[in-house]
């Protein structure tokens, strides 16, 4: 067998490991970490709003985002400014199967008068409804079970693949929503609230500024508009959530805060009943 010399065999070797497959890797670290949040927290500090969302949507850093509305009675002014940023920033609504007819009118109206380019539907996942909630009746006995599998569920299927996303929550509208920060993260993902320090006055102003359509019902009482079954009208001096899951140790659907307890800063959680 013929002898290979040294500067054959490390020939050889190069060639082997020229040619030897590189390991996929995957990169599962989080896009957003808190760092992120407290650098974005610091960069827009007295920012105004559409300011900073103007600049966030040019520079185009955020990955993959979307805006997720309720189309209640204060959605129109976060839709708006982010409809002037950008008009094609992709807008999620959670239709639950048991909303007010009000409601899903009031999405058509504001989509069409905001020019919304990119709007989508995310609803609760059918076979769980049949075995989980049968009757429509589980939001009378366990509403956070009934939130669970009608709203956060079905958001989270929606967020997949997101990066970031934008909450219209402001601090003001109750007290677990004290302290609310423009940037947050969450699972890995870089939550926006632009409105988090916005009061009820800078909210009517705006909608009177831009002439902006009003939410049906709220002129018949209902400050802060969910599903039907779960709320009522506010009465005069009322926080503004008041009608929302009236009777109940309850002021969250789940989105913002987790109802499996896991929480300790809301002490409105319920273990839904599975």
């Known amino acids: 067998m013929p002898q290979m010399d040294g500067s054959q065999?490390?020939?050889?070797d190069m060639s082997s490991s020229a040619t030897?497959?590189?390991?996929?890797t995957i990169d599962s670290r989080p896009r957003f970490t808190q760092d992120d949040a407290d650098a974005l927290n610091a960069r827009f500090?007295?920012?105004d709003a559409q300011t900073m969302l103007r600049a966030l949507f040019a520079e185009d850093e955020l990955g993959e985002i979307a805006v997720v509305s309720s189309f209640g009675t204060e959605s129109a002014v976060l839709?708006?400014?982010?409809?002037?940023?950008?008009?094609?920033?992709?807008?999620?609504?959670?239709?639950?199967?048991?909303m007010f007819p009000e409601t899903l009118a009031y999405?058509?109206?504001l989509i069409e008068t905001f020019g919304i380019k990119n709007a989508s539907v995310v609803t609760p996942n059918v076979d769980v409804l049949a075995e989980k909630d049968?009757?429509?009746l589980r939001w009378s006995f366990d509403p956070d079970g009934c939130c669970e599998i009608r709203?956060?569920?079905?958001?989270?299927?929606?967020?997949?693949?997101?990066?970031?996303?934008?909450?219209?929550r402001k601090a003001f509208q109750?007290?677990?929503?004290?302290?609310?920060?423009?940037?947050e993260v969450e699972d890995g993902r870089l939550k926006l609230n632009p409105l988090g320090n916005w009061i009820k006055d800078d909210l009517d102003a705006y909608f009177e500024e831009h002439d902006l359509p009003r939410h049906p019902l709220e002129a018949e009482g209902y400050l802060s508009v969910g599903c039907a079954p779960c709320t009522s009208k506010v009465a005069p001096g009322e926080d503004a959530r008041a009608g929302r899951w009236r009777g109940w140790d309850k002021t969250e659907c789940g989105i913002h805060t987790p109802i499996d307890g896991s929480d300790d800063a809301d002490d409105a959680n319920n273990q839904p009943v599975f």
Do not use: C, M, Q, Y
């Open 107 to 109: 999405r058509e109206t």
């Open 79 to 98: 839709l708006h400014l982010v409809a002037k940023a950008d008009p094609a920033i992709p807008v999620v609504f959670v239709d639950t199967l048991r």
């Open 134 to 136: 049968p009757n429509e």
């Open 151 to 168: 709203k956060v569920e079905p958001l989270a299927r929606a967020k997949n693949g997101l990066d970031a996303w934008i909450s219209g």
């Open 45 to 47: 500090e007295g920012v």
């Open 20 to 24: 030897a497959r590189k390991l996929d």
């Open 174 to 183: 109750s007290i677990t929503r004290e302290n609310i920060a423009r940037f």
């Open 9 to 12: 065999s490390g020939a050889s």
